[in-house]
């Protein structure tokens, strides 16, 4: 290979890897809310290393510990929604720096009244063996509020509910529609599909 | 020499791999500069909020009009004398990206703490932005920016940090600065 060619193989080598490590980082970070949402104690487990620490409100303390906790605060609600957002990421060899903002919505249980909040997750993750995971969490808190939710739990019944546990649509492989939404649609004109045209160069 | 024809594909491959990665990098920057932009904001952070923007650029923001360096001293101004707290999160985001210029759509969801501590407001815009690359960096050249929701204050604010969670700070003492980030020796030495 000419020297030319290999610097340039170098170069896409170093840009292709830092992309990479971009998207596991923020793989790793929709993960954690997806646990925390589903009550999922394993995706929450393998988003952070055995020896990371977690700082969320009093609670300070080593990932076993740390799930069990969350769990047991999230499961106080009738049901959690939170949503990753302003994201920036520093990346200094096998060590990130990251503030991930994150908003969520909350259902009280046996009530009307709703919270939202925002806050930021702020977060030192390392690469170990090639992946990305959490060694250090805190949990900062921006905003919260509590409204009237009836307005939520009047339309529970006209949409999907989503379950926290295995039976979430989510977790389905393939995806697939439920028997009685199945019979709905076959009732339905299926269209047909387009005569294929040459695609274009 | 039979394998110069072969040499010279994988030349080829090389060069519109390094195209398609090129455009990679380039929606990250993009994206990156935009998230910069909140940051600096919720942070009171000036310099951070400047690397966002060309010197010569534009933003349009409510009654304001005019280059990056007024636009931080008017916003703070604003945030500093009508809000106690403010968080600004960017959602949807679609970017069109033609050589050196940028188009980008970016929607934002805020929400607001009123000076009295009680109240919260949300709302939602956009950021609609013309970006150029220039000397290798992305930086937004022309900025409007959109409302077109709101609502509140038919909300109670809870306490910003109940049970113990850190609040945020306009300042560099923000957690978020923090190199190499660690805990403070005061919530250390409540480790279980």
């Given at each position: 290979m000419s020297k030319a060619a290999e610097t340039r193989l170098r170069r896409l080598e170093k840009e292709l890897r830092y992309l990479r490590d971009r998207q596991d980082i923020f793989d790793c970070i929709h993960r954690y809310t997806r646990g925390l949402d589903r009550l999922d104690a394993r995706i929450l487990t393998g988003v952070y290393h055995p020896d990371a620490v977690d700082n969320h409100s009093g609670f300070v303390g080593y990932i076993p510990e740390f799930v069990k906790w969350g769990i047991a605060l999230e499961a106080r609600y009738a049901s959690t929604h939170h949503g990753i957002t302003t994201h920036t990421c520093d990346i200094d060899g096998d060590t990130a720096h990251t503030e991930s903002y994150v908003h969520w919505f909350l259902r009280l249980k046996d009530s009307d009244r709703?919270?939202?909040g925002g806050g930021r997750y702020v977060d030192r993750l390392e690469r170990r063996n090639g992946a990305w995971k959490?060694?250090?969490?805190?949990?900062?808190?921006d905003w919260q509020l509590e409204a009237d939710g009836a307005l939520w739990n009047a339309n529970v019944e006209s949409f999907a509910l989503g379950t926290r546990d295995h039976g979430d649509p989510s977790y389905q492989r393939p995806l697939t529609l439920p028997a009685k939404l199945a019979r709905q649609l076959a009732a339905k004109p299926k269209p047909k599909p387009k005569p294929r045209t040459a695609r274009r160069k | 020499m039979t394998d110069q024809p072969d040499l010279q594909a994988v030349?080829?491959?090389?060069r519109r791999t390094r195209q398609r990665l090129q455009r990679l990098e380039d929606r990250q920057a993009i994206l990156d500069c935009i998230n910069r932009y909140c940051r600096g904001l919720d942070r009171h952070d000036k310099d951070l909020l400047l690397t966002v923007y060309h010197p010569?650029?534009?933003d349009h923001h409510g009654s304001f009009v005019g280059p990056p360096r007024a636009y931080a001293d008017w916003i703070m101004k604003f945030f500093d004398d009508n809000r106690s707290y403010h968080q600004h999160c960017i959602t949807t985001h679609s970017c069109e990206i033609d050589g050196d210029t940028?188009?980008?759509e970016s929607y934002v969801v805020f929400a607001s703490v009123e000076k009295d501590g009680k109240t919260v407001r949300l709302g939602g815009g956009r950021y609609i932005d013309r970006l150029e690359r220039r000397a290798g960096e992305w930086r937004i050249a022309v900025r409007q920016a959109t409302i077109e929701w709101r609502c509140g204050p038919a909300s109670t604010h809870l306490s910003p940090a109940p049970d113990q969670y850190p609040?945020?700070?306009?300042?560099?003492n923000d957690?978020?600065?923090?190199?190499?980030?660690r805990l403070p020796a005061e919530v250390m030495r409540r480790r279980i």
């Open positions: 709703v919270r939202a959490i060694t250090l969490r805190r949990l900062l808190m | 030349m080829e491959e090389l010569d650029a534009t940028a188009h980008a609040e945020g700070t306009w300042d560099k957690l978020s600065y923090l190199r190499p980030f």
